[in-house]
Antibody, heavy 114, light 112 residues
Framework: QLQLQESGPGLVKPSETLSLACTVS??????????WGWIRQPPGKGLEWIAT???????DYNPSLKSRVTVSVDTSKSQVSLKLSSVTAADTAMYYC??????WGQGTLVTVSS | DVVMTQSPLSLPVTLGQPASISCRSS???????????LNWFQQRPGQSPRRLIY???TRDSGVPDRFSGSGSGTDFTLKISRVEAEDVGVYYC?????????FGQGTNLEIK
C-alpha cells in the first residue's frame, strides 16, 4: 500500500524558507507512470496546486508562486521535497504531498509567524 | 488560470436522498491527447482529500458505486444516488488539463 508522509517544521518565520519533505513508502518514487505534486490548503479555505514533478526531473510550478518554489526528488531517500522562499503569513497552510492526485499524505500544517 | 465554479456551495441533503454537484470550467477541459482531466475529491472533516472520480467518470478503487461523474467540455456533474452519513464533507472538482491545475471552491454536503 503506497503511503506518503510529509515532514518539516511546523513554524517558520516571515521572510525565511519553508522546507518540507515527503517520504514515499510501499511503492517506487522513480516511475514514468506517475507524477508527484504539492498542494496546499490555508485554514478553512480551498485547495491550491503548488507544483508538479515528473519522471526525469522536469517540473511545473504554479505561476503565482513560481519565483519562490523549488521541488526536487532524492531517490536514495524516496523523498520529494518542497522549498518555498520568502514566506509570509499568506503561506500559512496545510501542505499535502500527492501522487497523481490519487494518493495523498496526511498533510503537515505550516504556520508562518514571528 | 482555468476557473472552476461549483454549485451549490452548500448542500443539505436528507439521508437516502440523491445529491448533485455541478462544476463548470472557464475553458474546455478536453486535452489534445483525447482525455478530459476532470477529477472529483471528497474531504471529510479533519481528513486529507480523497479522490473519488478521475477523467470525468472513472471511479477510484474502493469508491462506492453510488458516486458517479458525468459531463464534457466545460460542464460536469457529481451525483450521489443515495446519501449516507459517511458522505458528509466538502467536495471539490479539479481540472488537470491546463497548468496550473485548479480546484473549485468546494461544496459542503451536510445531512438535513
Amino acid at each position: 500500500q503506497l503511503q506518503l508522509q510529509e515532514s518539516g517544521p511546523g513554524l517558520v518565520k516571515p521572510s525565511e524558507t519553508l522546507s518540507l519533505a515527503c517520504t514515499v513508502s510501499g511503492g517506487s518514487i522513480s516511475s514514468s507512470d506517475y507524477y508527484w505534486g504539492w498542494i496546499r490548503q490555508p485554514p478553512g479555505k480551498g485547495l491550491e496546486w503548488i507544483a508538479t514533478m515528473y519522471y526525469g526531473g522536469s517540473t511545473d510550478y504554479n505561476p503565482s508562486l513560481k519565483s519562490r518554489v523549488t521541488v526536487s526528488v532524492d531517490t536514495s531517500k524516496s523523498q520529494v521535497s518542497l522549498k518555498l522562499s520568502s514566506v509570509t503569513a499568506a503561506d500559512t497552510a496545510m501542505y499535502y504531498c500527492v501522487r497523481d492526485g490519487g494518493y495523498w499524505g496526511q498533510g503537515t500544517l505550516v504556520t508562518v509567524s514571528s | 488560470d482555468v476557473v472552476m465554479t461549483q454549485s451549490p456551495l452548500s448542500l443539505p441533503v436528507t439521508l437516502g436522498q440523491p445529491a448533485s454537484i455541478s462544476c463548470r470550467s472557464s475553458q474546455s477541459l478536453a486535452h489534445s491527447d483525447g482525455n478530459t482531466y476532470l477529477n472529483w475529491f471528497q474531504q471529510r472533516p479533519g481528513q486529507s482529500p480523497r479522490r473519488l472520480i478521475y477523467k470525468v467518470s472513472t471511479r477510484d478503487s474502493g469508491v462506492p458505486d453510488r458516486f458517479s461523474g458525468s459531463g464534457s467540455g466545460t460542464d460536469f456533474t457529481l451525483k450521489i444516488s443515495r446519501v449516507e452519513a459517511e458522505d458528509v464533507g466538502v467536495y471539490y472538482c479539479m481540472q488537470g488539463t491546463h497548468w496550473p491545475y485548479t480546484f473549485g471552491q468546494g461544496t459542503n454536503l451536510e445531512i438535513k
